[in-house]
């Protein structure tokens, strides 16, 4: 485990819902909305100008909430790479921060950029330019590098700072760019015939070059991913956090879609020699924006002059926010070692971290020298698709792997319909980009690649050990080879002993390759470093164990930390393949160190991507001769019959089959049942029998009916989880009741069971 480097101290908590709401702001009402009106009119035509942002904001919406409620539950200095660690762990984590890195660092460059081209343009028309000693193009360069330099300053100066500054610059931009939306409408309730110029509405070359746009312009919607860089600096994150997200996207998309209104309808064909107004305005995509306003004004100077201040505003406020974002991002990845310990340099004095804004200071300068504004907003773009496909994926595997042991301050409505949307949406405008910028696909090809060589060079062997990871403490591999594999969950020497007998039968069935795995329960208080203290008695089960099964099975064991149990298990089943599982439940004993429904057992047999046994009271010396198998036609009674028939004494061993007549089984026919079961494994001819019992309490008849058998085995319920809310479900209220012994099990085959494993 990788030492931490030194870290100087903590970040400064000074923004509040008003700072951070208008960082996000900042960093979307910012040039993107300027170069993208212009790109957007000579794509995708008019009226898909007016589409691109209403549907770009609609899908920005939906990362919104994913990011809203990840950042709410895990605020922390990182976003998004924070999220990727927790979720998938290091090596995705570290190439999301990477991602996170260069798509702020690109936007960055893309505001200085066209900070530069408007205020030289705007000086340059009024002849004060005329004395400079080198071309224009070249002095755009310098004014964007040097206005980039002053935010880079302004972000060492502080958190408290930067708030301001960006909030001063967000109010600013806000009122000049409304005021064009509102002059805009005016003027088409006062001159309804301008809304002519909504003709045709799509770009003749079709819905195809519409994505394209919204691809290139989507780094206009990005804001709100700064605010969940803001975390460990943010009073109250977790309420204040995710306000700040909705409230951002909602604001900007409605903010855009009135000034794309105000852009269609400022230019008249008349004042333009009979041209089509979309056309005339797309002409030049870069300053499109200004072409519209300048008609929309009483005269092209003070429309020239509001569109300069605008962009003076609106690009430097979301310039402080992308150097902001980009330098939380390698900071977070500096701070776990996934990059040098100069990126964890914080200031004694200024608490900023110095070292990750002094390397990102770096990339923006790259940026605005190398790239126009076009390739640099979708190079930002693409990266940024990417970093948020990432996010979409991360809440819903958070969610169902971890909800339970997360603090949430705002939960999505309607989960997982969002996200969902969100990753096909992404996945299609990432794709059109490309017929707009093949550059900023080729700048991605090179950035990806590269992170992945960073992290297998250095990263994997520096990253810091985090408590919510799961840590492997002690390993033992058997032989390498192939075959069915069975990992039992041993938690302590008694619940090892009960399970061996029962253990060893289903072993031998498969002629299984055994994994042991033990996970220590350290106390959330205690240091990780102390975790040898807690892992004795899952030692001596497993020790237990090994003396009867390693005689006959390969076996290897494993002995991990998790901070929950029930995660700790699922992931070591997906990264062993486990094919079955098997573990211990006391039922309703209050015993410490034991499993137990509702803490640890049904999260896994929720989540285990394979099948899963839990044994209740089968230990000792105990034969089954007479077992009960209680069937609804469910999709795990097979399983169930299956491991009854292993169980069941081999010489005189008699298997009922149950069913309680009355219950709304929807067509279930007993008797096929048992027929398509024994045509499938014939080893349980003249053992199997089926037996219809007719009762309104189906719980009460089934525990009547076990009184007279020596083991109950019964799949797990297969109903929708509101129905399970609704009332507790039969088998599980059989298995606590039934004082027998008794077997719970899940098929754990087919697709569901695949994406379980993989996502």
């Not at 990059?339 to 200031?347: E, G, M, Q, T, V």
């Not at 299984?512 to 470093?529: K, N, S, W």
């Not at 469910?634 to 491991?643: D, H, K, M, W």
């Not at 298995?735 to 754990?748: D, E, I, S, Y």
Request: with cysteine; charged share 15%.
């Amino acid at each position: 485990m990788a030492d931490r480097p030194a870290i100087s101290g903590e970040l400064s908590r000074d923004l509040n819902l008003f700072h951070i709401t208008m960082m996000g702001l900042g960093m979307m009402i910012g040039a993107g909305v300027f170069v993208g009106i212009g790109i957007c009119m000579s794509g995708a035509g008019p009226g898909g100008l007016l589409v691109a942002f209403a549907l770009n904001g609609l899908i920005a919406l939906f990362s919104a909430m994913s990011f809203a409620e990840l950042s709410s539950a895990i605020p922390r200095a990182g976003g998004a790479y924070n999220f990727a660690r927790i979720g998938f762990g290091r090596g995705p984590s570290f190439l999301t921060g990477w991602m996170e890195w260069l798509a702020s660092s690109a936007a960055g460059g893309f505001y200085a950029v066209t900070f530069a081209r408007y205020t030289v343009g705007f000086f340059a028309g009024l002849g004060l330019l005329e004395w400079l000693p080198l071309p224009l193009g070249a002095f755009e360069k310098v004014v964007a590098l040097a206005a980039a330099g002053l935010f880079i300053f302004i972000n060492y100066r502080g958190s408290s700072e930067t708030g301001k500054v960006g909030a001063l610059f967000t109010v600013g931009q806000m009122l000049f760019v409304v005021a064009v939306g509102v002059v805009g409408i005016a003027v088409a309730v006062a001159q309804p015939d301008r809304l002519a110029n909504f003709k045709p509405f799509i770009h003749p070359d079709g819905w195809w070059k519409l994505l394209g746009v919204m691809g290139v312009i989507y780094v206009a919607f990005e804001g709100f991913e700064v605010i969940a860089q803001a975390g460990d600096e943010t009073i109250e994150p977790r309420r204040n956090v995710p306000k700040a997200m909705l409230y951002s996207v909602l604001i900007v998309t409605v903010t855009y879609v009135a000034v794309a209104f105000a852009s269609v309808v400022a230019v008249r064909s008349a004042d333009i020699g009979g041209q089509e107004a979309w056309r005339y305005v797309g002409e030049d995509p870069e300053i499109g924006f200004q072409r519209a306003v300048e008609h929309l004004m009483p005269s092209k100077f003070f429309g020239n002059l509001l569109v300069t201040l605008a962009v003076i505003f609106s690009a430097t406020s979301a310039l402080n926010a992308t150097i902001y974002s980009a330098t939380r991002a390698s900071y977070a990845l500096g701070r776990d070692g996934m990059l040098p310990p100069y990126f964890a340099r914080i200031s004694p004095t200024r608490r900023t971290p110095y070292g990750a804004l002094s390397v990102t200071a770096v990339l923006v300068f790259a940026v605005a020298i190398a790239l126009r504004p076009k390739h640099a907003g979708a190079t930002a773009s693409i990266m940024f698709l990417f970093l948020f496909f990432v996010v979409n994926l991360c809440v819903i595997r958070i969610r169902r792997n971890m909800g339970d042991e997360l603090t949430y301050g705002y939960l999505m409505p309607l989960f997982p319909l969002f996200p969902v949307l969100a990753i096909g949406c992404q996945v299609l405008l990432a794709g059109a980009i490309v017929t707009e910028s093949w550059i900023a696909w080729a700048i991605a090809l090179v950035w990806v690649p590269l992170g992945v060589v960073t992290y297998r060079a250095y990263s994997r062997h520096h990253a810091v050990a985090t408590a919510d990871e799961i840590h492997v403490l002690e390993e033992r591999r058997a032989e390498p080879g192939e075959g069915y594999r069975i990992m039992v969950a041993v938690a302590n020497p008694d619940n090892a002993l009960s399970m061996i007998r029962t253990t060893y039968k289903l072993c031998g069935a498969k002629d299984a390759r055994v994994e042991l795995v033990h996970m220590v329960p350290v106390p959330e208080q205690v240091p990780l470093t102390d975790a040898d203290r807690y892992m004795l008695e899952g030692k001596e089960g497993i020790l237990e164990t090994m003396l009867y099964l390693a005689p006959q099975f390969p076996l290897s064991t494993t002995i991990r930390y998790c901070r929950n149990i029930a995660r700790g298990i699922v992931s070591a089943v997906r990264e062993k393949r486990a094919d079955m599982l098997i573990l211990g439940w006391h039922g309703r004993r209050r015993r410490s160190r034991v499993f137990r429904i509702g803490s640890t057992v049904d999260p896994i047999i929720e989540r285990a991507p394979c099948d899963v046994v839990v044994l209740k009271d089968c230990g000792g010396n105990r034969t089954f001769r007479r077992v009960l198998v209680p069937v609804a036609g469910g999709p795990n009674s097979p399983f169930a019959l299956e491991v009854a028939g292993i169980l069941a004494e081999p010489a005189d061993g008699e298997i009922t089959v149950l069913t309680v007549g009355g219950r709304k089984t929807k067509g279930f026919d007993l008797n096929e049942f048992v027929a398509a079961q024994l045509e499938r494994n014939p080893s349980l001819q003249g053992r199997v029998w089926g037996k219809t019992v007719w009762g309104r309490d189906v719980v009460g008849t089934i525990l009547q009916q076990a009184e007279d058998y020596d083991l109950v085995v019964l799949g797990c319920t297969s109903e929708p989880i509101l129905r399970r809310m609704a009332h507790y479900p039969v088998p599980e209220t059989v298995a606590q009741r039934c004082g027998k012994p008794l077997v719970m099990v899940k098929a754990g085959r087919g697709l569901r069971s695949w994406v379980k494993r993989w996502i």
